[in-house]
């Protein structure tokens, strides 16, 4: 075939009726853009009731299809072949089948926005600092007035440290403050407690004992904490904290116990384990601790941890407290409780923790229900799964091109949220790989894109740099994690000014307050509408404004919306993925074939663009052996962590709703795995290899969600 593209595209579940869109004539044979040139016509022509045959001078292949959406046209095997022959390709038979994108897809069921925003009415921000009110009146000790006004420009309180300050200060019962994201609450319990510290008779240095705990899910928000403590000692410097997470060196952290320290901050796996290995911790607890932090409380009562968290606690009160020493301070250990949400796993906690606690909420009636912060901006978009990858791709473009327009040249932040790390590997690398041109920053887990970039469609005529790719998930060694953090948040010479785009995983979503987020992008679904609160709570921080989008595919999660309604008093906007996201980022970009870079190919039509950089993708997927193998983990990953959505919310995330071939497509595979998979069948000398007796579905379902459960879990190593 002359317009041969060098690679062989599976036409992958292209229903011609079914669920999946409506009924129309399958063309196969020729050039793609011809095909659709035709398709069309022929569409015209059935408007205009001349039938279905005016299908021009093409030689045109009319391919099966059946009634119930299956399957229209497998590859031949001698192409299959072809493409697992990894680098190069191997031999492409030169039989062509095209890729659409923009055919077969299943309909969206939304017919109006049932949660719309209103664009016309004014929005005060919901967790900014209330103008009308002072530290100062709520009792904060004076060199810590000071350096809240000098060193952090912080000067007027939120409404939760209003409300919770002066509770804590006077504490004798426990607190549960609940609170949006973004709101303060860090400091809300950090300077009640140093207050009363600072307000001691007897001034106290790192001998004098430990006086509180903070736990926390993560490591990252535990050094965050620790960092903050670490700006509020500066005017008190005879009061040491100090960090206690897994994946440091516990030799040295033992000799920082050693030299005694009187605020731990840490994670829980980590923390228990000095309280069991190491002497000297409980000695330092002995009698002086008074306070316990449980800081994302729902989280910690998840994934594992609340058999270790109880076991802290049964710790800690087994240690009889000393009331005649520091007598102004709590006669017991007070409980202070903090989440943005409200979950089961909360009250859980509190059975376990919390005695006759005082629960401060921020909220406007002290309501069961979490919401967002009323700035931020939500708009949600459904998306059928094969354009998955393309829309990404247009909206992170979109962000970078008004990034680029922008007169302030200010550093941008976008946060793409995945469902599992491997699925973060692949896109990290979808995007950064920059045609192998990218510089690494951090490691490997910080990419500059090159000038003329292929990743992003409004880099294509760029010639200066101005997009860094970050990846960050539970996989990564803990020196990349706290690095690549590092990065994405700080401004050195090398990111001052730039996009700088993370794709995590949920590892990111807790507590973490990176500077001036202004999107966040979930393009997989959170597993629990706690989780959307927390990766959404990203942006829009402090009293700042903020964007977020969701994607959700046609169908059943469409009816996730009403799912999240409440959580939403704002409303959102429902976007149109072709005519809001893909026709702005490709109307006037300049996507060129990978494989033949000549001015002579550029279209001017935004689908060809969109259809063409998705083909170089694919192109990618079939020359790059590394980068398919990321691919397919990435695949199979996304479908096991998608199996794992809550029970209750599973009549949204069914994966048997899933199709599996549409899917593949957003992964940049042309066929789905499962068929890949019986390739290798064979080992790596290519012998065949013994069948493996069929498991039966209840065993495999069992395994498939161990294996997701274990993954998920190795995303808060603690
Ligand atoms: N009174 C204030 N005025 C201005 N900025 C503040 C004030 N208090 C806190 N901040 C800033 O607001 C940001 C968010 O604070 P923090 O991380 O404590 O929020 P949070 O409520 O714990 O959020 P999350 O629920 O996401 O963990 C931080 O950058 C912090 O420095």
């Not at 390709?89 to 095209?98: A, L």
């Not at 664009?119 to 009146?137: C, G, I, M, R, T």
């Not at 384990?273 to 000695?283: A, G, L, S």
Request: proline share 4%; with cysteine; hydrophobic share 35%.
């Amino acid at each position: 075939m002359a317009d041969d593209d060098g690679m062989m595209l599976l036409n992958l579940d292209t229903a011609s009726s079914g669920d999946f869109g409506p009924k129309t004539t399958k063309i196969n044979g020729g050039k793609w853009k011809d095909r659709r040139r035709v398709k069309i016509q022929q569409k015209a022509a059935e408007r205009g009731g001349q039938g279905s045959e005016t299908l021009g001078n093409l030689p045109l292949k009319r391919s099966r299809t059946s009634d119930r959406g299956t399957p229209a046209k497998k590859a031949p095997k001698a192409d299959s072949k072809g493409a697992k022959n990894g680098r190069n390709g191997g031999n492409i038979n030169s039989e062509q089948y095209v890729s659409s994108l923009f055919t077969s897809n299943r309909d969206m069921v939304t017919s109006a926005n049932s949660n719309a925003h209103d664009e016309n009415s004014k929005v005060d921000p919901s967790n900014a600092p209330l103008l009308q009110d002072s530290f100062e009146a709520l009792g904060v000790a004076a060199p810590l007035l000071q350096l809240l006004n000098n060193k952090m420009r912080i000067s007027k309180p939120t409404r939760v440290q209003k409300l919770s300050i002066p509770t804590l200060l006077e504490a004798q019962n426990d607190v549960f403050v609940h609170a949006q994201t973004g709101s303060g609450k860090t400091l809300a319990f950090l300077l009640p407690i140093l207050t009363r510290i600072l307000a001691l008779e007897e001034r106290v240095d790192r001998q004098s004992g430990c006086f509180a705990m903070v736990i926390t899910p993560t490591r990252e928000l535990a050094s965050q904490i620790y960092s903050v403590m670490l700006t509020l000692t500066q005017c008190c410097h005879y009061i040491v904290p100090c960090l206690l997470i897994g994946g440091e060196r516990k030799k040295s952290e033992k000799a920082r116990l050693r030299k005694g320290c009187n605020f731990i901050i840490g994670t829980p796996g980590r923390i228990l384990d000095h309280i069991e290995n190491t002497q000297v911790i409980k000695e330092q607890m002995a009698s002086t601790m008074r306070y316990l932090v449980l800081d994302e409380g729902d989280k910690l009562m998840e994934l594992g941890f609340e058999e270790t968290i109880t076991k802290i606690i049964s710790f800690l009160h087994e240690v009889p407290i000393d009331t005649l020493k520091f007598p102004q301070l709590p006669h017991r250990i007070t409980h202070t409780l903090c989440s943005a949400t409200l979950k089961g796993g909360v009250t859980k906690l509190g059975n376990v923790t919390l005695k006759n606690y005082k629960l401060i909420s921020s909220g406007r009636k002290e309501q069961e229900v979490s919401t967002v912060p009323d700035q931020l901006l939500q708009s949600i978009i459904v998306v059928p799964p094969k354009l998955r990858l393309v829309t990404l791709a247009a909206q992170l473009s979109n962000i970078t091109a008004e990034h680029i327009a922008a007169e302030n040249k200010e550093t941008t932040r976008t946060i793409v949220f995945l469902s599992c790390s491997d699925s973060v590997e692949f896109h990290y690398d979808a995007f950064s790989y920059d045609d192998g041109k990218s510089r690494s920053l951090v490691g490997d887990s910080a990419r500059m894109l090159s000038g003329n970039s292929t990743s992003l469609p409004c880099l294509s005529q760029v010639t200066a740099p101005s997009v860094v790719c970050y990846k960050l998930h539970g996989s990564l060694s803990q020196q990349t994690r706290t690095a690549t953090l590092q990065s994405f948040s700080g401004e050195t010479d090398a990111t001052r000014g730039k996009h700088l785009i993370m794709f995590c995983t949920d590892v990111a979503s807790r507590g973490l307050d990176l500077p001036r987020v202004s999107s966040v992008l979930e393009l997989d679904p959170p597993f629990a509408v706690e989780d959307h609160l927390h990766r959404i709570g990203r942006t829009a921080r402090a009293g700042v404004s903020g964007k977020s989008l969701l994607f959700l595919l046609p169908g059943e999660e469409e009816a996730y919306m009403d799912h999240i309604k409440p959580y939403h008093p704002k409303g959102w906007k429902l976007l149109k993925f072709d005519q809001d996201i893909l026709k702005p980022a490709f109307m006037e970009s300049n996507v060129l074939r990978s494989d033949r870079r000549s001015e002579k190919d550029v279209s001017t039509e935004w689908d060809n663009n969109a259809t063409t950089w998705h083909l170089n993708v694919e192109r990618r997927v079939l020359e790059d052996q590394t980068f398919k193998e990321l691919a397919v983990k990435g695949f199979m990953s996304h479908i096991r962590a998608y199996a794992t959505h809550l029970s209750q919310e599973k009549k949204y995330f069914n994966v048997k709703c899933l199709h599996l071939g549409h899917l593949a497509k957003s992964f940049a595979l042309r066929e789905r795995p499962k068929a890949m998979g019986a390739a290798s069948s064979h080992n790596k000398n290519g012998e065949a290899t013994a069948k493996k007796p069929k498991e039966d579905t209840r065993t495999k379902m069992l395994r498939l969600a161990d294996i997701a459960m274990r993954q998920s879990q190795r995303e808060f190593n603690y």
